[in-house]
């Protein structure tokens, strides 16, 4: 079980955090953290995600705020970076990735000649968290290494703080609460491409509320694999403009959940065979319906509380695969080879549904 240091140091610490952006708070966690321990390992979280309001900021963007704030330690050894990915159903997959990072980073520093007999047992590790969290539930988690309880002194803002006053036509960057290196990175992005997007986005969601409600919203989604590849969208809209979704849309007040997967996936992707548009009947006969999956973490979108329904639509393998064109509110539709899709490609949550669905 865990237990808390007590008067001597852990070799290796554990901090996760989004960091975005990193700002004070975070700052006297890992200094803190740096004085209890020979090294600590920064774990950068939303590492596989695409820009958006809520992760404006890249996993290299975050690392460089990071490397650049704690120069000295970086180039001493002791602050190590690496990045962390989500897999937003599945804590038993989070909680994987995590210990493998650390057993490879700590095998790999620790034990520069290979020797690995123990593996990680003949280091003391620690998970360093403060009360601002849920570090309880982490360390719930993790009971095999200590734990590391800190303090964020006068702590009364947050990375969400910063967010709200940075994304503005005029934005603002609080000098107060950023060290110099992360300020700067901050005014430099300001003025870019990426920005002015990220400010569209920002004012598009934050006018969501008041025109559609605040949900629940129902909608449903199709996971279409054939012959090794899946049938994905461009968004041709806010939010989300120029990323790839899975086919789908809101469900009709008239409407079932099923026929809605059938229908958006018609209008999005005009989906044919030889003989034309594949008619709603044929579709369904593609379902496997063993494999349907409601998806309903509450934060999956920022327009609001959302739940999808997804299908899985499994067509005959092919060398020749089925016709697709965009409609509707897609840019454009095509076949997308499984193995060459990123994380940071997709809309909201769809990587993760495709994760799950798609076995990947």
Same mark, same amino acid.
């Given at each position: 079980?865990?237990?808390?240091?007590?008067?001597?140091?852990?070799?290796?610490?554990?901090?996760?955090?989004?960091?975005?952006?990193?700002?004070?708070?975070?700052?006297?966690?890992?200094?803190?953290?740096?004085?209890?321990?020979?090294?600590?390992?920064?774990?950068?979280?939303?590492?596989?995600?695409?820009?958006?309001?809520?992760?404006?900021?890249?996993?290299?963007?975050?690392?460089?705020?990071?490397?650049?704030?704690?120069?000295?330690?970086?180039?001493?050894?002791?602050?190590?970076?690496?990045?962390?990915?989500?897999?937003?159903?599945?804590?038993?997959?989070?909680?994987?990735?995590?210990?493998?990072?650390?057993?490879?980073?700590?095998?790999?520093?620790?034990?520069?000649?290979?020797?690995?007999?123990?593996?990680?047992?003949?280091?003391?590790?620690?998970?360093?968290?403060?009360?601002?969290?849920?570090?309880?539930?982490?360390?719930?988690?993790?009971?095999?290494?200590?734990?590391?309880?800190?303090?964020?002194?006068?702590?009364?803002?947050?990375?969400?703080?910063?967010?709200?006053?940075?994304?503005?036509?005029?934005?603002?960057?609080?000098?107060?609460?950023?060290?110099?290196?992360?300020?700067?990175?901050?005014?430099?992005?300001?003025?870019?491409?990426?920005?002015?997007?990220?400010?569209?986005?920002?004012?598009?969601?934050?006018?969501?509320?008041?025109?559609?409600?605040?949900?629940?919203?129902?909608?449903?989604?199709?996971?279409?694999?054939?012959?090794?590849?899946?049938?994905?969208?461009?968004?041709?809209?806010?939010?989300?403009?120029?990323?790839?979704?899975?086919?789908?849309?809101?469900?009709?007040?008239?409407?079932?959940? #099923?026929?809605?997967?059938?229908? &958006? %996936? @018609?209008? +999005?992707?005009?989906?044919? *065979?030889?003989?034309?548009? /594949?008619?709603?009947?044929?579709?369904?006969?593609?379902?496997?319906?063993?494999?349907?999956?409601?998806?309903?973490?509450?934060?999956?979108?920022?327009?609001?509380?959302?739940?999808?329904?997804?299908?899985?639509?499994?067509?005959?393998?092919?060398?020749?695969?089925?016709?697709?064109?965009?409609?509707?509110?897609?840019?454009?539709? #095509?076949?997308?080879?499984?193995? &060459? %899709? @990123?994380? +940071?490609?997709?809309?909201? *949550?769809?990587?993760?549904? /495709?994760?799950?669905?798609?076995?990947?």
């Amino acid at each position: 079980m865990a237990s808390k240091l007590q008067g001597q140091k852990a070799d290796y610490g554990v901090f996760i955090g989004r960091f975005q952006p990193l700002h004070a708070g975070h700052e006297h966690i890992i200094r803190d953290s740096l004085d209890r321990v020979g090294k600590l390992i920064v774990l950068v979280g939303s590492a596989n995600v695409a820009r958006d309001p809520r992760n404006p900021f890249t996993y290299a963007e975050r690392e460089h705020m990071l490397r650049a704030s704690f120069a000295y330690e970086a180039a001493q050894g002791r602050l190590i970076v690496e990045p962390l990915d989500d897999h937003l159903y599945s804590d038993t997959a989070w909680v994987t990735e995590v210990q493998r990072k650390v057993n490879a980073i700590v095998l790999r520093d620790g034990n520069p000649e290979g020797f690995t007999a123990n593996g990680t047992r003949d280091f003391r590790i620690a998970l360093a968290g403060y009360g601002k969290d849920n570090s309880s539930y982490y360390l719930k988690l993790f009971p095999e290494w200590d734990s590391i309880q800190l303090e964020a002194e006068n702590l009364t803002f947050s990375a969400t703080d910063v967010r709200d006053r940075f994304f503005r036509r005029i934005p603002d960057v609080p000098h107060a609460i950023l060290s110099k290196p992360v300020a700067d990175q901050l005014e430099a992005f300001a003025k870019g491409e990426d920005f002015r997007r990220l400010l569209a986005e920002r004012e598009y969601l934050d006018a969501y509320p008041a025109e559609w409600g605040e949900g629940p919203f129902v909608t449903a989604d199709a996971v279409v694999i054939q012959a090794g590849h899946i049938l994905l969208v461009e968004r041709g809209r806010l939010p989300g403009k120029g990323l790839l979704a899975l086919p789908g849309g809101f469900v009709g007040k008239d409407e079932r959940i #099923r026929d809605a997967a059938i229908r &958006e %996936l @018609r209008e +999005e992707t005009g989906i044919s *065979d030889g003989k034309g548009q /594949i008619p709603p009947a044929m579709l369904a006969s593609f379902i496997e319906d063993s494999a349907t999956r409601v998806f309903d973490a509450p934060n999956r979108s920022l327009r609001g509380r959302i739940i999808t329904h997804a299908f899985l639509f499994r067509l005959p393998e092919r060398r020749k695969l089925a016709g697709v064109k965009g409609g509707d509110d897609a840019a454009h539709a #095509r076949w997308y080879r499984l193995g &060459e %899709l @990123r994380p +940071e490609m997709l809309f909201e *949550d769809h990587w993760s549904i /495709i994760e799950q669905m798609a076995d990947i």
